[in-house]
């Protein structure tokens, strides 16, 4: 906590994005490089990720369990491309209770190998699948470059892995987890996506298909929000995951897997932030409402602390979460920066002439200055801040996606292309070429994010190569 101003978004958004992490309380650098301290309030954010997370897993079928943390680095071998993608980014434990071990053991960078080893043993009729399972945990990838919530060496996440009887069903079960993290991202963190398939040279090592959800941050660049994998039959085969199909054939199972990170703390930030700090979706803001007692003499303190206590009694069993700050030695002024950095969706402003016309000051975050405010009276207080919170819910919702359509362009020539991508997102027509592709990124440093699901239909020219195309693609720069 300092007076000290962020950087503007427009003079350094990277610095402005660091600088907001540590001075909002949500991470802080940890003694192994790349790896991260997630403190309090960045983990109260990121368990409200996972509540919703969760009870949309469950209310589709899903169960959790935990497998461990070590695996056998046999096991990251036997996947040919699996090995091939992980194999730079893994971390090896060669050494237990101070002797070399037979075989040295890898800590997950994901899971789908120890899983794989387990439903190879639990599975094997037809009437033993689907098997639906899910995981919190943390992984380790052994990255370099990294930045706090982005890219870190450890992360926090979820990864659903699920077997099934038929390829059809694997691939429902992808697209439908896909559109459940479209949901969460739209509906709870207030982030327009774009869901989409990747190209080959983006997809997940081992899978057949990988789809992600795409958001455009405050800078223009793209951010791979959450993806879902179908693996094909690569892992079934790879561990042997077979089942007997009710005319007594065996067969081989079909799996998934799919997963969203702490990742998503980041895109919150970056999506929603401004100059002056967070603003959190108050659907996942640990704090959404908070209550700024202002007072001088002591006559004046406790009769305003009783009105605030009050308040947040009511606005507690209204199921509303609130903070009351009644720090000491700190004027309103500094107290309301604080928690506009912090990016409290909501501030309630109590004085002495309040408590005598028996009314708030409420303050909306996402609307600095007078425009924000308004007088409320404390009677029914708990149904005037529910209805405002959804209000703002809705227009940081409608705010990200304007920008995003105000920052995505459909270039017409490859020049054109070439600008729009400084800026923002090109949606294009793209012949699937992964030399179109490969050319692009080394020519502007975009990247193809996704083909979105949703498209134009007809057909057109490949931006680069101008060959007949059928689908048109987002390309950016991405984190
Ligand atoms: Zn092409």
């Given at each position: 906590m300092s007076d000290l101003k962020l950087p503007t978004r427009a003079e350094d958004f990277s610095e402005w994005y660091n600088q907001l992490v540590l001075r909002a309380e949500l991470a802080d650098y940890a003694p192994v490089r790349g790896c991260m301290i997630v403190r309090p309030y960045g983990w109260a954010l990121w368990e409200n990720i996972t509540a919703a997370l969760d009870s949309r897993f469950k209310a589709t079928g899903h169960v959790n369990a935990a497998f461990p943390l070590l695996i056998p680095k046999s096991f990251i071998e036997k996947e040919k491309s699996h090995v091939e993608g992980f194999s730079p980014e893994l971390a090896v434990v060669t050494h237990g209770g101070g002797e070399k071990l037979e075989e040295p053991l890898v800590?997950?960078?994901?899971?789908e190998t120890i899983i794989g080893h387990a439903y190879a043993k639990w599975i094997?009729?037809?009437?033993?699948?689907?098997v639906l399972i899910n995981q919190w945990n943390s992984v380790v990838r052994w990255e370099l470059r990294t930045k706090l919530f982005?890219?870190?060496l450890e992360f926090f996440w979820q990864e659903g892995h699920t077997a099934h009887a038929t390829a059809e069903e694997a691939e429902a079960e992808t697209r439908q987890m896909l559109d459940v993290y479209t949901d969460f991202a739209v509906r709870e963190a207030a982030v327009p996506v774009i869901p989409g398939k990747k190209s080959a040279a983006e997809?997940?090592?081992?899978?057949?298909q990988t789809y992600s959800i795409e958001a455009m941050m405050g800078d223009g660049k793209a951010l791979q929000a959450g993806t879902s994998h179908n693996l094909g039959q690569n892992f079934a085969k790879a561990f042997e995951i077979r089942y007997l199909d009710n005319t007594g054939v065996l067969q081989h199972c079909w799996t998934t897997s799919w997963g969203l990170s702490t990742r998503f703390v980041g895109a919150i930030i970056m999506v929603h932030g401004d100059d002056q700090g967070l603003i959190l979706p108050p659907r996942l803001a640990p704090h959404q409402l908070v209550i700024v007692p202002i007072y001088k003499s002591d006559d004046e303190k406790i009769a305003v602390l009783e009105a605030a206590r009050k308040i947040r009694a009511e606005l507690i069993a209204a199921g509303i979460r609130v903070k009351m700050?009644?720090?000491?030695?700190?004027s309103p002024g500094f107290k309301f920066n604080d928690w506009e950095m912090r990016g409290v969706p909501l501030r309630i402003e109590l004085g002495p002439k309040d408590v005598a016309k028996a009314s708030v000051v409420l303050a909306r975050r996402d609307k600095?200055?007078?425009?924000?405010k308004s007088f409320v009276p404390q009677a029914g207080i708990a149904g005037a801040v529910s209805a405002l919170l959804n209000e703002v819910q809705q227009a940081l919702f409608d705010r990200a996606l304007a920008f995003r359509k105000s920052n995505t362009a459909e270039p017409s020539d490859y020049n054109e292309f070439k600008l729009a991508v400084e800026k923002g997102f090109a949606f294009s027509w793209w012949c699937g070429s992964g030399d179109c592709e490969e050319k692009i990124k080394a020519e502007t440093?975009?990247?193809?994010?996704c083909i979105p699901l949703e498209q134009p239909g007809g057909a057109g020219n490949c931006i680069f190569c101008a060959k007949p195309s059928q689908e048109k693609a987002i390309f950016a720069r991405a984190y």
């Open positions: 800590i997950r960078p994901t899971s094997q009729s037809y009437r033993d699948l689907p982005l890219r870190t997809r997940f090592a081992g899978a057949d700050d009644e720090r000491d030695g700190l600095p200055g007078k425009e924000g440093k975009a990247t193809m994010r």
